[in-house]
Every structure is written in structure tokens, then in C-alpha cells.
């Protein structure tokens, strides 16, 4: 009897085995994966937050997924710290640590819900580290001998902590960075390989754009990100970094649109958004799914696209430094079509803006309504007591009025527009980098780009020194709603540009003619 029972529990312990490992070749074989990325407005109370993640995970609406991404700074932001395991150590807090003795409650409960819910769980919260575990790091430590970091940590589907990443560009936001910068990845069963940073992370090099030239494809990103016109509102950044750096983004965002935070998408790369969410009169707890195309071979997916055209708008909203800008404003006279052909420049760098528009009548006296400025910028963003980096920017932005100080801001009661573009067109040279970006960088009334489908970019390298950028409308499209419509250049550090710094300087960088 009992060689019977061992003969049974021997057959199914194998079959159980052989029905997983099918499983996970056929994860593997798929040519997309589930992701869902959660749009979450955060409370002051963990157990609240808490609760609301837990939903989330179990809810109908994630059931499919394989990958869930939360956003920043919306869980423990302000309740305890917890220590996070290291990744090398293939931790479950679930498992090791059911008492939550070392672990705080919130990290043993989630780990829980990972492996119960059987995916993989991306979340943001307030670590703690204790000072002396990193005897290399001879910077002060606190007095209460902890370091605090803005962590992301990931769980795989047993529960198992499988990468944790510290963000390294802060927000003003009084926590640590690590002594050095950390890049992290981890691989799933479904055969792709994630690399992920944090919000603020996105506009530099290391280790957002540094990942990418490192061969990944695919990438997590919870942010809590305070939407900045013209040019950096979050689902138009979001896009415009997957875009030019032809990626899967996976951007989870904070919903609290009183205070400017909202913006949510699943973008894959040069075909633009799968999904995206950009909340204008209150936050929420959603999530928003779609199949996403691996890379190893593409092919266009059906993009299931939530966006909403806005009336009015509650948003609060932050401002670029524009006034650094040289700009001018674009004349558009009631009832009549008109055309603008203009080279503007800002010291050596310059652009050339072709645009042609159709006015659709005449202001009411109490109506709210746009008026148009073209805009370029070379130097470093100044946003004070944080870290910078060097654009080389331009694009046509709205204003409320006719001075450059009425730029980037929205219009509280927006009536229906009075302009429509015809034709949109800016080109630029932009000169060589050792690390640069250039995107296509758009937003319409409604807080959302405009998708690939409606533009046409092209990047091309004419010389050692210089690229050749074209950013158009679409042929036979016409645009309403239009707030910016520019080429994004991030430079980041600006170190090896072509043009920049001595003889001996360029040289160094591998240019063959300096210019200086």
C-alpha cells in the first residue's frame, strides 16, 4: 500500500513539474507579454495604500497580466521604512519571513500577494540600509545610522525579491543616493529582460539612456512626476524617451492631478502608445493592460488607446524656464489662413520652423484661447538645487497672452479652438554627442501626444560632426488642440559635443576637424 501511495505522489509531483515547465516554455515562446501599469492616488495611511495595491493585484482586470508596474512614492512614503533583501540573496519575505520580524508587514504581504497572485510586482517605497553594511561609502552617515533610499524592488511569481533598484537622480527629496550609481536588471520567465529607473531618472544618461546602450529592450518605470510645460508633461515624455530610444516603456504613474501629478502608459517603442492615461480633475486606482510585442520579433499590435478630450482642466501644472528662451510670436489673424517660413536661432544653434495654418473664427469676449510663440533653447535647465542637464531645444508652444511670460500654462475654461494647423514642419542640425537623445516632443490640449500614425521623424547622421533632423505633421493631416509641437535634444552631461571645448578637447573625443 504505501509503495502504491509513493508510486502516485511520485506521478503527480512529475506531472506537476512537466505541466509547469510547459507552462513556461509557452511564456517563453510567446511573441508578447501582459503587462499592466497602475494609475494610483496615494493616501497618508499605509494600511490605506496598502489595501488598495492588494485590490489592484487580485483584481479581474490583472488577471491576465504578467508583469504589474506601481508608481513612486505611493506606498510607504509616509509610514515605516523597511530593509529590502538584497537580490543575490533570492529572498521571499513571504517565505522567510512570515512574522515580519526583519521585514516590515507591508513587504512580507505584498511578496505574499506576488506569489499567490503568480506575477511578477514592480513597487516603489522608503528603504532603509543600515550605514555600516557599506564600509566603502566613507560619506557621513545619519544618526541614526541608516541610509534612506527611493527604492523600486521586484517580485517574481514565488514571492522572490529578484532585482531592487535605488534611484539615483533625486527630486529634492531629502533621502540618500548610493555612494555609486547602480544599474539594475532582472529576466523574467516569459524571456525578457527589464532594466528599470525612476522618474526624474528618465532625463539623464545614467542609468536610463546608459541601460539601453547596454542592449535592453524592455523597461519598468514608477514615477510620481510633476507635469512642466511646453515641453515635459509626463505622458509626452513617457512617450517621446520609448520612442526615440525605440524601447517598451512600462510608466506607472501617481494620480493626484490638484497637485500635477498624473500620467500612466505602456508605449512600445517606435509604434507609440499601447496605453496611456493622463487624469485631469481627480486621481485613481487603476490599472490599464495590454499585450506588449517582444522585441526579438516585432510586429504591429491593435493599440487600445484611453484617452479623453478636456473642456477644462484642474491640472496643476508647472512652468519651463522660458523667458531663457528666444522666441517670437506667431501672428495668426481671425478668419484668415496664414503661413510661417522663419530660421530662429539661440547662440550657434538654430532652427528652422515651416508652418501653415487655417483660422477657424473669431474669439468670443469671454472666451479663453491660445495664442502661439516659436521657441528655441541651448544650455543647461536651471530648475535650482537639482541635478541638470544640457538641452538644445525648439518647437512652436501656446501662451495666454503676448509676452513670453504668458507661456506654458494651461487655459482653466478652454473653448472651442480657433486655429487648426495645416502643416508643421521643423528642421534642425543638431551636432554629434558621445551621449545624446532626440525626439519627436508633442502634446495636445487633452494632456496626450500625438501618436507615430500622425507625424513623420527622421535621424540622420550627414557628417562625423552633425545629424540631420526632420519633424513633420503627417501629409493631408490637419491639427486642433495643438499645446507644443517641438524636437526634444537632451545632452545630458554635454560632454564630447562636437563644437564644444578646445582643440585639444575635441580631438580627445575622436573628432578629426575640431571646431571650437
Request: charged share 20%.
Amino acid at each position: 500500500m504505501a509503495k502504491k501511495y509513493w508510486g502516485f505522489f511520485l506521478f503527480g509531483l512529475t506531472l506537476g513539474l512537466m505541466l509547469n515547465l510547459s507552462q513556461q516554455v509557452s511564456l517563453f515562446k510567446r511573441d508578447f507579454y501582459t503587462a499592466g501599469v497602475v494609475e494610483f492616488k496615494p493616501s497618508n495611511v499605509l494600511s490605506d495604500n496598502l489595501a488598495g495595491y492588494l485590490e489592484i493585484i487580485n483584481s479581474q482586470n490583472a488577471t491576465s497580466t504578467d508583469i504589474i508596474v506601481f508608481p513612486e512614492s505611493t506606498l510607504n512614503d509616509m509610514g515605516p521604512m523597511t530593509f529590502v533583501p538584497s537580490p543575490e540573496d533570492q529572498i521571499s519575505p513571504c517565505s522567510s519571513d512570515p512574522n515580519a520580524t526583519l521585514y516590515e508587514e507591508f513587504l512580507v504581504t505584498l511578496s505574499c500577494a506576488a506569489r499567490n497572485a503568480s506575477k511578477y510586482v514592480v513597487i516603489n517605497l522608503t528603504e532603509k540600509q543600515k550605514c555600516e553594511d557599506v564600509p566603502e561609502d566613507t560619506r557621513p552617515c545619519a544618526s541614526n545610522g541608516l541610509n534612506v533610499f527611493n527604492t523600486n524592488v521586484v517580485f517574481d511569481r514565488q514571492g522572490v525579491v529578484v532585482s531592487r533598484y535605488r534611484k539615483v537622480h533625486l527630486y529634492g527629496e531629502p533621502k540618500n543616493s548610493t555612494f555609486l550609481p547602480e544599474l539594475s536588471t532582472f529576466e523574467t520567465d516569459f524571456g525578457v529582460t527589464f532594466g528599470h529607473f525612476i522618474c526624474f531618472d528618465i532625463l539623464f544618461y545614467t542609468p536610463a539612456h546608459q541601460l539601453v546602450d547596454q542592449g535592453v529592450t524592455d523597461f519598468v518605470y514608477p514615477a510620481m512626476w510633476f507635469s512642466q510645460l511646453p515641453f515635459l508633461t509626463a505622458v509626452q515624455i513617457q512617450l517621446g524617451w520609448s520612442y526615440g530610444n525605440d524601447v517598451n516603456l512600462l510608466a506607472a504613474g501617481a494620480s493626484d492631478p490638484t497637485v500635477g501629478n498624473s500620467g500612466s502608459g505602456i508605449y512600445h517603442g517606435r509604434s507609440g502608445s499601447l496605453r496611456s492615461v493622463m487624469r485631469q480633475e481627480s486621481g485613481e486606482r487603476s490599472v490599464y493592460v495590454a499585450r506588449v510585442p517582444k522585441y526579438r520579433r516585432r510586429r504591429r499590435m491593435k493599440r487600445d488607446l484611453n484617452r479623453q478630450v478636456a473642456t477644462s482642466s484642474s491640472f496643476n501644472i508647472k512652468r519651463d524656464y522660458l523667458e531663457n528662451f528666444n522666441s517670437e510670436e506667431v501672428k495668426i489673424d481671425a478668419g484668415e489662413a496664414g503661413n510661417l517660413s522663419q530660421i530662429l536661432c539661440h547662440g550657434g544653434f538654430c532652427c528652422h520652423f515651416d508652418l501653415a495654418w487655417r483660422s477657424l473664427g473669431n474669439p468670443s469676449s469671454n472666451s479663453s484661447n491660445y495664442s502661439y510663440r516659436v521657441g528655441i533653447y541651448e544650455g543647461w535647465r536651471n530648475d535650482k538645487r537639482l541635478d541638470v542637464n544640457y538641452i538644445r531645444n525648439c518647437g512652436l508652444f501656446t501662451c495666454s497672452g503676448d509676452s513670453i511670460d504668458d507661456c506654458g500654462q494651461l487655459l482653466p475654461d478652454l473653448q472651442r479652438p480657433l486655429v487648426t494647423f495645416t502643416h508643421l514642419e521643423i528642421g534642425v542640425t543638431y551636432p554629434q554627442s558621445r551621449e545624446f537623445l532626440l525626439f519627436p516632443d508633442t502634446l495636445l490640449d487633452n494632456l496626450l501626444p500625438l501618436e507615430p500614425s500622425q507625424f513623420e521623424w527622421s535621424q540622420k547622421q550627414i557628417s562625423e560632426e552633425r545629424h540631420q533632423v526632420r519633424f513633420a505633421l503627417r501629409k493631408s493631416l490637419e491639427v486642433k488642440h495643438l499645446l507644443t509641437f517641438g524636437i526634444y535634444g537632451n545632452y545630458y552631461n554635454n560632454e564630447c559635443t562636437s563644437g564644444v571645448g578646445t582643440a585639444e578637447e575635441q580631438l580627445e573625443c575622436g573628432y578629426k576637424n575640431p571646431k571650437t
